[in-house]
């Protein structure tokens, strides 16, 4: 098992970071031996992944961040670094090398201070690896001032410092950044390639890896949850039945209620697994005894945590909501494809008599302006609409099609 066998569906990506891998491990053996480097090199400082969700380009960028960290001495025989054996390939992938920092945040943004934090490091050299590897996973969700930070440790790189910045595209990333980026895009995986991932790696039924893939059109991540976690089936299936739910308006915004209370615990659901235990940990390092009073000038620093806290539940709320929209989205798209006769395959093929009652009620003018109805909810969030206000006219949006 190599560390590309989770990139899935692809090759063309596959084989761009491979051939890196190989100029980068020629290029770390050439300055050891004090060789002259090589002109026209594959390898370069920052790299840039994008493409739609559930692409892997977060898999993509941790793969190739473990090839360059790649100890296996069949290197010296011709063989491919990124073997997924060695040391330094088994630490990057579990997230235990001290030269890889993987960045993903679960609050609304990045800001200054945390980059300015991931400049200093990038400015050290490796500790015990071959590279000091930085790999953003939500670069787009970076401030325009933390983007400026970081846009001088890109222009600027330490000899051995890699970046490696994931968007869904290019334009979420400031135009100075992305041109100093050496910039690769991966597409949405086919339905056959997730569901073997999951049949392989997961241990899913044949069945289910076929139905938890189709279901999310391709999508890695959401098709592994689907097909191993019995809540978000069951939470698909009520987000799935708001198409006939919506008949009058009581219907209408009681469906949006739901959804907004679904993902209200989502959001509480998190909090008490990580919230309590974020609020010991600093208690305690910050000198604090169980059940008495906090040292004097520590309440700055639990005040900070709070408010972290709040964000990241303001982002689960989000993300979950995002998601039922996304589903809601791909129930349309189901019912254009039977109105219009497509032999396209249907991704909600498990609620087939609800897609064809919707498609012989309706017209295909009236389908599409429920997905821009869906789509114009989304945009209402972005702009901080409030949610609850947001779905309600979701929803009514719906009925009138």
Same mark, same amino acid.
């Given at each position: 098992?190599? #560390?590309?066998?989770?990139?899935?569906?692809?090759?063309?990506?596959?084989? =761009?970071?491979?051939?890196?891998?190989?100029?980068?491990?020629?290029? /770390?053996?050439?300055?050891?031996?004090?060789?002259?480097?090589?002109?026209?090199?594959?390898? !370069?400082?920052?790299?840039?992944? &994008?493409?739609? %969700?559930?692409?892997?380009?977060?898999?993509?960028?941790?793969?190739?961040?473990?090839?360059?960290?790649?100890?296996? %001495?069949?290197?010296?025989?011709?063989?491919?670094?990124?073997?997924?054996?060695?040391?330094?390939?088994?630490?990057?992938?579990?997230? !235990?090398?001290?030269?890889?920092?993987?960045?993903? !945040?679960?609050?609304?943004?990045?800001?200054?201070?945390?980059?300015?934090?991931?400049?200093?490091?990038?400015?050290?050299? %490796?500790? /015990?690896?071959?590279? =000091?590897?930085?790999?953003?996973?939500?670069?787009?969700?970076?401030?325009?001032?933390?983007?400026?930070?970081?846009?001088?440790? #890109?222009?600027? %790189?330490?000899?051995?410092? #890699?970046?490696?910045?994931?968007?869904?595209?290019?334009?979420?990333?400031?135009?100075?950044?992305?041109?100093?980026?050496?910039?690769?895009?991966?597409?949405?995986?086919?339905?056959?390639?997730?569901?073997?991932?999951?049949?392989?790696?997961?241990?899913?039924?044949?069945?289910?890896?076929?139905?938890?893939?189709?279901?999310?059109?391709?999508?890695?991540?959401?098709?592994?949850?689907?097909? &191993?976690?019995?809540?978000?089936?069951?939470?698909?299936?009520?987000?799935?039945?708001?198409?006939?739910?919506?008949?009058?308006?009581?219907?209408?915004?009681?469906?949006? =209620?739901?959804?907004?209370?679904?993902?209200?615990?989502?959001?509480?659901?998190?909090?008490?697994?990580?919230?309590?235990?974020?609020?010991?940990?600093?208690?305690?390092?910050?000198?604090?005894?169980?059940?008495?009073?906090?040292?004097?000038?520590?309440?700055?620093?639990?005040?900070?945590?709070?408010?972290?806290?709040?964000?990241?539940?303001?982002?689960?709320?989000?993300?979950?909501?995002?998601?039922?929209?996304?589903?809601? &989205?791909?129930?349309?798209?189901?019912?254009?494809?039977?109105?219009?006769?497509?032999?396209?395959?249907?991704?909600?093929?498990?609620?087939?008599?609800?897609?064809?009652?919707?498609?012989?009620?309706? !017209?295909?003018?009236?389908?599409?302006?429920?997905?821009?109805?869906?789509?114009?909810?989304?945009?209402?969030?972005?702009?901080?609409?409030?949610?609850?206000?947001?779905?309600?006219?979701?929803?009514?949006?719906?009925?009138?099609?």
């Amino acid at each position: 098992m190599t #560390v590309w066998d989770d990139l899935v569906g692809q090759d063309r990506v596959r084989e =761009q970071l491979a051939a890196a891998a190989r100029d980068a491990d020629a290029l /770390v053996t050439a300055v050891s031996d004090g060789e002259a480097l090589e002109q026209g090199s594959k390898m !370069t400082h920052a790299w840039l992944f &994008t493409g739609p %969700p559930g692409s892997g380009r977060s898999t993509a960028a941790r793969a190739f961040a473990a090839a360059l960290q790649c100890t296996s %001495p069949d290197r010296a025989l011709g063989g491919e670094p990124g073997c997924g054996f060695c040391d330094g390939c088994h630490t990057s992938l579990i997230g !235990t090398h001290a030269d890889v920092q993987v960045i993903r !945040t679960d609050l609304l943004s990045i800001g200054v201070k945390e980059t300015r934090d991931l400049v200093r490091r990038a400015q050290l050299s %490796p500790a /015990v690896g071959r590279w =000091q590897v930085i790999v953003m996973e939500d670069a787009d969700r970076l401030t325009e001032g933390a983007g400026n930070v970081l846009l001088k440790a #890109v222009e600027e %790189p330490a000899p051995r410092t #890699v970046w490696m910045l994931c968007a869904p595209s290019l334009e979420d990333v400031l135009p100075t950044i992305r041109s100093r980026c050496r910039h690769l895009t991966l597409s949405t995986p086919p339905v056959e390639a997730v569901a073997d991932v999951l049949i392989r790696r997961d241990g899913v039924d044949p069945a289910q890896a076929h139905s938890a893939a189709r279901a999310t059109q391709g999508h890695i991540g959401r098709a592994r949850r689907l097909a &191993t976690d019995e809540r978000a089936r069951a939470r698909r299936a009520a987000v799935l039945k708001v198409p006939l739910r919506i008949a009058d308006v009581g219907g209408c915004l009681k469906a949006a =209620q739901e959804l907004i209370d679904t993902a209200t615990d989502d959001a509480k659901q998190l909090a008490e697994e990580v919230d309590g235990k974020e609020a010991e940990d600093l208690k305690a390092a910050l000198g604090g005894v169980a059940g008495g009073r906090m040292p004097r000038g520590t309440a700055g620093a639990m005040k900070e945590l709070e408010d972290k806290q709040k964000r990241r539940k303001t982002r689960t709320q989000r993300d979950s909501l995002d998601l039922a929209l996304t589903e809601l &989205t791909g129930f349309y798209r189901d019912v254009l494809a039977l109105q219009f006769g497509s032999k396209l395959a249907i991704a909600n093929a498990d609620v087939q008599d609800s897609l064809e009652r919707i498609a012989e009620s309706s !017209t295909p003018a009236q389908t599409l302006r429920r997905i821009e109805a869906v789509t114009a909810c989304r945009e209402a969030m972005d702009r901080n609409v409030a949610p609850l206000l947001a779905v309600e006219a979701m929803t009514m949006a719906l009925r009138a099609g």
